[in-house]
T-cell receptor, first 117, second 113 residues
Framework: AQTVTQSQPEMSVQEAETVTLSCTYD???????LFWYKQPPSRQMILVIR??????QNATENRFSVNFQKAAKSFSLKISDSQLGDAAMYFC??????????????FGKGTKLSVKP | NAGVTQTPKFQVLKTGQSMTLQCAQD?????MSWYRQDPGMGLRLIHY???????DQGEVPNGYNVSRSTTEDFPLRLLSAAPSQTSVYFC????????????FGPGTRLLVL
C-alpha cells in the first residue's frame, strides 16, 4: 500500500522569504500523480500544484514550485516570496493512475506553515 | 458554477442519534469520496463511489453508510453517532480519468456529545 510522509509538523518563514516543505512517499507503481493542497483557517481544501510522475519537468504555479525526485520518492514544495496569506496547513497527497479503490487520494499528515510579518 | 457543496456546515449530535451529511456536485464527475479529518491524522478515506449505483469502502468505513442514486449526490449517513465520530468531514469529486484533480467541498464539522 502507498504511504505519504510529511516529516515537518510545523514550519515558519519570514514574509518575502522562501520556504520548502518536505514530502516523501512510498509506492511500487511507476505511474502516479502527486498533489499539494493548502488548507487555510477556513478549512477549504485548495489545490496548490499537481505533478504527473511520468513528467520529468517540475511543476510550477506562480510562486509555488515543486522539486520532484522520482528515484528518491520525494516531492517537496517551495514557496517563494512568502506572503501572509500563505499561512495554512499544507497537505501532500498521492493518487494512483489506476482506477477503483486505488484512485483515491492518500494524504500525509500535513505541515502547518506560519508566516511572520 | 457551485462546484462541490456540503450541508450542514456544523452539527451537534448526541450519542446514538443518526444523521445524513449531504454532498452534491454540479461538474458531472463520476468519482466522489468522503474523507474525515482529525487533528494530526491528515484526511482519511471513509467511502467512495466511481459512479451512480457503485460504492465501496475506504480506510475507515465503520459506522458510516453511503449510497449513490444519482451522479450529482453522494450522502453520508451516520446510523448511530459515537463520540469517536467527532471530526471534520469533506466530500470530494473528480472526473474518472487517471490522476484527475479532486475538488473538495467546504467541509462539515460534526460534534458528537
Amino acid at each position: 500500500a502507498q504511504t505519504v510522509t510529511q516529516s515537518q509538523p510545523e514550519m515558519s518563514v519570514q514574509e518575502a522569504e522562501t520556504v520548502t516543505l518536505s514530502c516523501t512517499y512510498d509506492t511500487s507503481e511507476s505511474d502516479y500523480y502527486l498533489f499539494w493542497y493548502k488548507q487555510p483557517p477556513s478549512r477549504q481544501m485548495i489545490l496548490v500544484i499537481r505533478q504527473e510522475a511520468y513528467k520529468q519537468q517540475n511543476a510550477t504555479e506562480n510562486r509555488f514550485s515543486v522539486n520532484f525526485q522520482k528515484a528518491a520518492k520525494s516531492f517537496s514544495l517551495k514557496i517563494s516570496d512568502s506572503q501572509l496569506g500563505d499561512a495554512a496547513m499544507y497537505f501532500c497527497a498521492y493518487r494512483s493512475s489506476y482506477g477503483g479503490s486505488q484512485g483515491n487520494l492518500i494524504f500525509g499528515k500535513g505541515t502547518k506553515l506560519s508566516v511572520k510579518p | 458554477n457551485a462546484g462541490v457543496t456540503q450541508t450542514p456546515k456544523f452539527q451537534v449530535l448526541k450519542t446514538g442519534q443518526s444523521m445524513t451529511l449531504q454532498c452534491a456536485q454540479d461538474m458531472n464527475h463520476e468519482y466522489m469520496s468522503w474523507y474525515r479529518q482529525d487533528p494530526g491524522m491528515g484526511l482519511r478515506l471513509i467511502h467512495y463511489s466511481v459512479g451512480a449505483g457503485i460504492t465501496d469502502q475506504g480506510e475507515v468505513p465503520n459506522g458510516y453508510n453511503v449510497s449513490r442514486s444519482t451522479t450529482e449526490d453522494f450522502p453520508l449517513r451516520l446510523l448511530s453517532a459515537a463520540p469517536s465520530q467527532t471530526s471534520v468531514y469533506f466530500c470530494a469529486s473528480s472526473g474518472d480519468r487517471a490522476g484527475e484533480t479532486q475538488y473538495f467541498g467546504p467541509g462539515t464539522r460534526l460534534l458528537v456529545l
